[in-house]
């Protein structure tokens, strides 16, 4: 997640030709927008909130989704909010941004659905899947009570082994992911797929490691803090729907010394 106070000390220095702040939601939980929109006002920015996981998170009551200039969210199967395939939805408080919008997503038409005005792409959401997230969304809320549940059973059994997450003051989040970190890593996801549970790294490789950047990114900018993360975390498997007896059997693997 983005730390403002590098950020703001990049702007200061004027190392950045910047024109927006990308701020992305890790795990269920929000960025920190309120230091973000100060820094964007401050510097003339645009704010773009990538909340495909913070879907369902909130600050101080305002959802994920409502920050910035504009926000995006993804309802792939294992976000929060998810449909069977692929799917995604684009939220603005701006007339003339929504119009853009829903112009790029079917293929770049103006008034009339075969002029298309500008080069745009089919993004339309399919019906099916539509349908999908309809019925999800109603028991949303309570899915979302229980993966908060989860998390808090989560962290109290672990708390004292593992660097568990931490939400700050006025922070909900959806738990999109739960994830800790181990200087262990390699030596616990083991001892969980020798029980038959699953995990998942997220993620092995950074932004800056990428190999599409290889030419941008030059070699004083390290980003050691993500750099280091990025060894040690991993996943446990997080959705409302497991038991008890599945959280018990989670834990107890990982608290296991054999």
Same mark, same amino acid.
């Given at each position: 997640?983005?730390? !403002? #106070? #590098?950020? %703001? +000390?990049? $702007? $200061?220095e004027k190392k950045l030709k910047a024109k927006a702040i990308i701020a992305v939601d890790l795990f269920g939980l929000p960025a920190d927008y309120p230091a973000i929109e100060m820094l964007s006002n401050e510097f003339g920015l645009k704010v773009i909130e990538d909340a495909a996981q913070g879907f369902g998170g909130?600050?101080?009551? #305002?959802r994920a989704g409502c920050f910035g200039d504009i926000a995006t969210t993804s309802f792939f199967p294992a976000k929060p909010l998810g449909c069977y395939g692929d799917g995604g939805a684009l939220f603005t408080n701006s007339d003339e941004l929504a119009m853009l919008i829903r112009s790029y997503a079917i293929h770049g038409k103006g008034t009339d659905k075969y002029d298309n005005v500008r080069i745009g792409m089919n993004s339309r959401l399919d019906t099916i899947q539509a349908a999908i997230l309809l019925e999800k969304l109603s028991v949303f809320e309570n899915e979302l009570d229980a993966r908060n549940r989860i998390a808090a059973r989560y962290s109290q059994a672990l708390g004292k082994k593992y660097k568990?997450?931490?939400?700050p003051e006025r922070?909900?989040?959806?738990?999109?992911?739960?994830?800790? !970190?181990?200087? %262990?890593?390699?030596?616990?996801? +083991?001892k969980l797929k020798d029980a038959g549970i699953p995990s998942m790294i997220y993620y092995k490789t950074c932004m800056h490691q990428q190999t599409a950047f290889a030419n941008e990114v030059s070699s004083k900018q390290s980003f050691p803090i993500a750099t280091k993360l990025s060894k040690q975390v991993f996943s446990l498997p997080m959705h409302p729907y497991l038991s008890p007896e599945e959280q018990n059997l989670i834990c107890d693997t990982l608290l296991c010394d054999g």
């Open positions: 997640m983005i730390c !403002v #106070k #590098k950020l %703001e +000390q990049v $702007l $200061l909130n600050i101080n009551g #305002k568990v997450p931490q939400l922070y909900f989040s959806s738990w999109a992911q739960y994830t800790l !970190v181990s200087n %262990e890593r390699n030596v616990d996801i +083991q």
